[in-house]
């Protein structure tokens, strides 16, 4: 949304079209899931910054984040996006693929850098993708660990 005038960018204005809006309605559940895996890789990683004994590679986070990663990748992967939605599909595919390498971190165990460097770029990529049609919102992190600090 534009700060200012409380409107979305130009390019979520533009107009959607019949197969585009059917793309939407079913990329919002990969995208909700995208940020749920994200969510429970990042709640990994508190838990384990806050000294938790159970917080590694056995948690059942990460098993239950691992499951819902595949299924959406192989639904994600089928999903024929249109060409408005091109761009869209671009950065949920690449999110994807960036929290396929923090998972196999955290499988790893959960040093902070090789969970999180990858955890960042995913969480960037569903931002990109969240700007690029309507429907598609975000939590800001700014503050939180996935955030940028200056």
Known sequence: MDRHFGQQPQSVR????????AYI???RKHFENLRQVAAQLAGLLVLNAAGSESAGPHHPLVATADQLYRETVES?????A??????HHDFLLQAAS??????????????VDPVLIPLRAAYDELQSASRELPGFSMVSFEQGCCGRHA
């Open 82 to 87: 249109t060409p408005r939605a091109r761009r």
């Open 98 to 111: 960036s929290l396929g390498v923090a998972l196999a971190a955290a499988h790893q165990g959960l040093a």
């Open 14 to 21: 533009a107009a959607v079209d019949d197969s585009t809006t």
């Open 76 to 80: 994600l992967q089928r999903e024929r």
């Open 25 to 27: 309605i079913e990329a």
